[in-house]
């Protein structure tokens, strides 16, 4: 039968490293155009430290392979229309594979995933990530439903328990991290075919979050069935698709603003358009002339993405209304 396992980009409130990691929904979302890159590991399912104050040490796994998942427009998916209520469309393995999920100010949630011309997966009653706010000893209990397509038509059921049972350091290959929370889920699943149960199995996931990073750090799955014992761990940011703005020579100030962000075109010429987006893909502004000023009194408090072609390239800007 047809498993997914689903790494959830995460984005984090920076806290002082001798506080307790908290997570909160201002933060959480990850930006549209944000892409992570994670590697894989084999874990032998041993037993993972809990409690306070503790040093993770997983720096010395190996990887086995990659993978990148890249925050994208639900326009970009094959079935954007069975989604419509998605903020948030992570888009992996180069465009073949999709998930869908929702958030708000109280919690996030899960709406299923789809693989390009083969596989989708929707929740009539969707699966919980995370309630806000999230910090140790925090837990929930959720359940959920779904309606699978693939070879064959099924639905999953089953409950879903995720707790904050960890906070400490962590070191993995790519660096050491402070200020990181681990929190533990357990999913339960029965399968059926024409009201015929035909399988169960319990997924349990520990995952690592540092307040700040925008993904998962690391990342610990197994089944009751023992067909999967994995990890991954977070390597490092993907830069295709905002590389030009390190280059760039076009700044914005001030940022954040309250009522005006000015456009700084250093030595850049032929400017195409100008396209501001919310962090869930909403076009809020759109011009083709290169403005130098913007009166953004009347947007609503929150991060935007500014989208600028040029002619050559697409350059992505970030801007904070206060």
């Known amino acids: 039968m047809i498993k997914n396992l689903l790494i959830l980009g995460i984005t984090l409130v920076p806290l002082n490293s001798f506080l307790q990691p908290i997570i909160t929904a201002d933060n959480i979302r990850p930006l549209l155009n944000e892409g992570f890159s994670h590697s894989n590991f084999d874990w032998d399912g041993e037993e993972v430290i ?5 040093n993770w040490d997983y720096s010395s796994v190996e990887a086995t392979s990659t993978s990148e998942n890249i925050v994208v427009p639900l326009s970009d998916s094959p079935y954007d229309t069975f989604y419509d209520s998605t903020n948030v469309c992570y888009s992996s393995n180069e465009g073949v594979n999709f998930s869908y999920n929702y958030w708000n100010e109280d919690e996030a949630i899960y709406k299923g995933s789809s693989t390009t011309g083969s596989y989708y997966s929707i929740f009539e009653n969707p699966k919980l990530v995370w309630t806000f706010p999230f910090s140790y000893d925090s837990s929930f209990t959720d359940t959920f439903s779904s309606i699978v397509s693939a070879d064959f038509d099924y639905e999953e059921v089953g409950d879903v328990t995720s707790t904050a049972i960890g906070y400490g350091t962590l070191a993995i290959p790519s660096g050491t991290y402070d200020n990181v929370l681990l929190v533990k889920q357990v999913a339960n699943y029965e399968v059926f075919e024409d009201e015929v149960m035909f399988d169960s199995y319990t997924m349990t996931t520990f995952t690592f979050f540092k307040p700040g990073t925008h993904t998962a750090l690391l990342s610990l799955n197994s089944d009751s069935e023992g067909h999967i014992s994995a990890g991954s761990y977070f390597e490092n940011e993907l830069t295709s698709l905002n590389e030009i703005n390190n280059t760039s020579e ?6 954040p603003s309250q009522d005006q962000i000015n456009f700084n075109f250093r030595n850049v010429e032929n400017i195409e358009s100008i396209k501001i ?3 869930t893909g909403k ?3 759109e011009t083709t002339a290169q403005i130098q000023q913007l009166d953004i009194s009347s947007f609503n408090a929150g991060f935007y993405i500014v989208q600028i072609l040029d002619g050559k390239n697409e350059i992505h800007k970030k801007f904070m209304k206060e």
């Open 283 to 285: 076009l809020v502004f």
């Open 277 to 279: 987006f919310t962090t």
């Open 50 to 54: 809990v409690g306070e104050d503790v």
């Open 250 to 255: 076009i700044s914005l100030f001030p940022n």
